[in-house]
């Protein structure tokens, strides 16, 4: 099965792309595979590169792959619940990440969690640096994941659904956490993400992903304006609005049907058979991912 | 568009009651857990027992001098008495000097069987969990070689193979004791390694582990930081229990005539020694099978307690 299939996703430096579409999509996939953290076996990479800095990362092995991890690149996961180890103090969980990538001592790395905590806004964090993960809040936790993504100064950050666990308004803290160390940091933010309303705040460049493919790329403002993969656009058809007239009498739009399974993806467009501009056409070849305007890709032969 | 996530004010600082956070003292995962065991009355007085026999053997012997080979046989068979409190054996030996000593022998061959059969099963559980695949399937078959062997015939015929020659490389007393060890801990070990390795399987997929790996944690740091103390809490569990089957095996070695030498009283030989004279002598075999009763009795209790205060599931 190929869970992701001919992705091709470019980041620049200190650029925030977001990565969107269903679950069961591929999003999360694509972004445990830039850091090989899918298990090989069963897992492979049949084809194709990750391209970091100039450097192909596929044929590295787990060594090189750690010094990677966290150094240059971060990882903020979507379940801060259940992310952190239970018998630590979150302390020693940012300071193990510094002492492995930095060698500092123990105490310097400790001094240097406290200084993390205090970064990503939890309050007191000379005391909090001794607590356990069970003491924390799911959001403070998430902070605290952050705090260790971004302890070593990862050029790429990459944030797997980061507020899918959190209740509404600590997803707005944690997005504003994000785009402020972004800012204060300067490095760039692979957010991935299904609410296109997270998009639209924090993105420069949107991906959309559709059944393991890349569907539609653009800047978020074109996106936004001028979407053209009829998936993209039944997407931001189906965000809740409150501005439209009648939003409170009308139904919310959503897109028909489900992702299909990858074990057998239909022919041609794998939209096809939940699109409404669908023809014949669609389902006899694959659409290949053309430019329609600078920066903006598309998968559509519409 | 950018109204759909409401923003909030609050961005830094999260809302949660700071004063609070900071009064609240430092629950450690070993203070909850010793919380959670002072609620399980019978293990806390079985450790206060558990201790009692500890310290006794440990210290005993300085205070109740009388020397555990003094023969005075005007005093044979007798009676617990002033002169005896625990009477005496069939050479008038004191029975509360020879219990003391060898509580000593039979505590530390439970205690030195425990760590043999924790280290390796833990290790095997450990390599098998954590590689899965064709090294878990021959360790697991391995494991199970083991369980299927009968205990009781191999100890035998292993002591009779090795006594002599580890007699003669460490003296009658060490060699005795490092073979009962090695053998009582080499067949206990089983129960632990499936218990390590089922941890682990479930363990090793959770997101923490998943999350020390994306942060560049090697796969020897991921096993040793954040997998195995996360699965110690029932290793501990298990290791108090071989505690007490590791001295009811030495007794029963012992009782055999297999286990130390007879001028060596561990509780088990004290036992053998006594059989024969039952009926007149009731006390020599009493106060032993006491010894042991109580303490295996004990260390189970205590495993009982450690296994509600370690078990997270459970509300206590």
């Given at each position: 099965m190929r869970a992701v299939d001919g992705v091709d996703i470019r980041i620049g430096a200190g650029e925030t792309v977001c990565v969107v579409g269903e679950?069961?999509?591929?999003k999360t996939v694509t972004a445990m595979t830039v850091l090989k953290l899918i298990a090989m076996p069963p897992g492979k990479i049949v084809a194709g590169r990750i391209l970091w800095r100039g450097r192909d990362l596929v044929p590295l092995d787990t060594d090189s792959m750690r010094k990677i991890r966290a150094r240059e690149i971060g990882i903020v996961f979507q379940e801060p619940m259940t992310?952190?180890?239970?018998?630590?103090?979150v302390g020693e969980q940012i300071a193990e990440v510094l002492r492995l990538h930095?060698?500092?001592s123990r105490r310097a790395a400790l001094d240097r969690a406290t200084e993390m905590l205090r970064l990503v806004h939890i309050p007191n964090p000379q005391r909090r640096v001794h607590d356990y993960p069970h003491q924390f809040s799911g959001g403070m936790r998430q902070r605290v994941m952050i705090a260790m993504a971004l302890a070593c100064n990862p050029k790429l950050v990459i944030a797997d659904e980061p507020t899918t666990a959190l209740d509404v308004t600590i997803q707005a803290q944690i997005l504003d956490l994000i785009a402020e160390m972004k800012e204060r940091l300067g490095m760039a933010v692979m957010l991935i993400t299904h609410a296109m309303g997270v998009v639209a705040e924090v993105a420069q460049r949107v991906v959309v992903m559709y059944a393991g493919k890349v569907v539609e790329e653009a800047p978020v403002g074109e996106l936004f304006a001028n979407p053209r993969h009829p998936y993209t656009q039944g997407l931001i058809r189906s965000i809740p609005r409150l501005d439209r007239a009648g939003a409170g009498k009308a139904r919310l739009e959503a897109i028909p049907g489900t992702v299909p399974s990858l074990l057998a993806p239909p022919p041609g467009c794998r939209f096809a058979p939940r699109c409404?501009?669908?023809t014949e056409a669609c389902r006899a070849a694959e659409p290949p991912l053309r430019e329609v305007a600078p920066g903006h890709k598309v998968a559509c032969i519409l | 568009m950018a109204g759909s996530i409401p923003a909030s004010a609050t961005a830094d600082g999260a809302p949660v009651p700071a004063a609070a956070a900071a009064q609240r003292p430092l629950v450690s995962p070993w203070a909850e857990a010793w919380r959670r065991f002072r609620k399980h009355r019978l293990a806390v007085v079985s450790a206060v027992i558990l201790a009692f026999i500890i310290l006794a053997v440990l210290f005993g012997p300085f205070i109740w001098t009388v020397p555990i080979n003094e023969i005075d046989f005007r005093a044979r068979l007798q009676g617990p008495s002033w002169d005896h409190p625990l009477g005496t054996d069939d050479l008038g030996q004191d029975l509360l000097a020879r219990m003391l000593y060898g509580g000593r022998i039979s505590l530390a061959v439970g205690f030195a069987a425990m760590l043999v059969a924790v280290l390796i099963g833990t290790t095997v559980g450990a390599v098998a969990g954590i590689a899965s695949g064709p090294v878990d399937a021959a360790l697991m078959w391995v494991t199970d070689l083991f369980l299927s062997l009968p205990e009781l015939p191999l100890l035998l015929l292993v002591i009779y193979l090795f006594r002599e020659p580890l007699r003669a490389l460490v003296g009658p007393e060490m060699g005795i004791f490092i073979l009962i060890v090695a053998v009582i801990g080499g067949f206990r070990w089983m129960p632990v390694a499936r218990l390590v390795r089922a941890q682990f399987f479930s363990l090793r997929e959770k997101e923490f582990v998943e999350a020390a790996r994306a942060l560049g944690a090697s796969t020897p740091r991921l096993v040793v930081r954040h997998i195995l103390p996360n699965a110690l809490g029932p290793v501990i569990v298990a290791a108090t229990i071989d505690i007490a089957a590791a001295i009811i095996a030495e007794s029963t070695l012992s009782f055999l005539g297999l286990g130390f030498p007879p001028d060596v009283p561990t509780w088990g030989r004290l036992l053998y020694d006594a059989k024969d004279q039952l009926d007149y002598a009731p006390h020599w075999a009493l106060f032993p099978g006491l010894a042991i009763f109580l303490t295996v009795l004990t260390i189970n209790f205590v495993g009982d307690g450690l296994r509600d205060a370690l078990d997270p599931r459970r509300v206590v």
């Open positions: 679950s069961g999509c591929g992310s952190l180890n239970p018998v630590f103090t930095e060698g500092l409404r501009h669908a | -």
